[in-house]
């Protein structure tokens, strides 16, 4: 044992007397922190997308508003975790925690290990408020206030002209230009792109193909039948999945 560490030992040494191993003792936290940060201001510089939703159905709107919101509450709590590890206070060798700090641990602990259920007890109870109620007395005396992220994904009204019970096709032709950027839509007095089109048939729930009817997805014409999902910029998932898992969740 003691001739293994002895070798290990010189071994170490030698190592240490190297560029590389300095190099990489430095490069590594660095490039971890770098990941942190820039993946954080990527996720704020992200523009908003304005999507128009034309539900012909009427059951499916409420599941999709849902979602959105819920999609923003992640990036809340998201933005407030990292936030809560920057600025908390550090309570080594302090007395035991009161109960509120007991409970951001256990947020902090959930957001760790599963982040759906963390966000679902961050909804259940009271959201952003709570949990700057519950940090307040364990942040630094110089911590900035909290700033949460813009919404991503605002939801626009239909042209005025535009008669959302035509035919699904006849709609995505007249948005076309729209999805292009050859014309905008108006959002609060301003002129916004549109970045994507859901677009829920009147027949939506006769139209859910099942793994043995794969042929329904299109009619006799070619038309394709179901939820329709335009988008100006389809490597941007995060909205599609979102509606996807909410109209999925509410077709079961």
Partial sequence: MRVTLLIAWREFMENVKTKGFWIGVLLVPIVFFLIFHISSRLAT????????????????????????????????????????????????????????????DQLMDDFGNDEVSALDDWLSNGGLDMALQMARPYLREDAPPFTPPRRQFIAIDPPVDLDTSAPPQTIVEYMRPYLNGERRLQHDGTAVPLFALILVPANVAGDVVRPDSLERLMLSDGTPTGVQY?????????????????????IR
């Fill in 45 to 104: 510089a992200t523009p908003t997308r304005y999507f128009m939703l034309i539900d012909q159905s009427g059951e499916y709107g409420g599941a999709v508003a849902t979602a959105i919101s819920r999609e923003h509450q992640r990036q809340v709590m998201q933005e407030f975790m990292r936030y809560l590890q920057a600025n908390r206070v550090d309570m080594g060798g302090a007395p035991p925690p009161q109960a509120p700090a007991n409970q951001l």
């Fill in 230 to 250: 335009w988008a100006a910029n389809l490597t941007d998932t995060r909205l599609s999945n979102a509606i996807q898992g909410s109209l999925n969740n509410t």
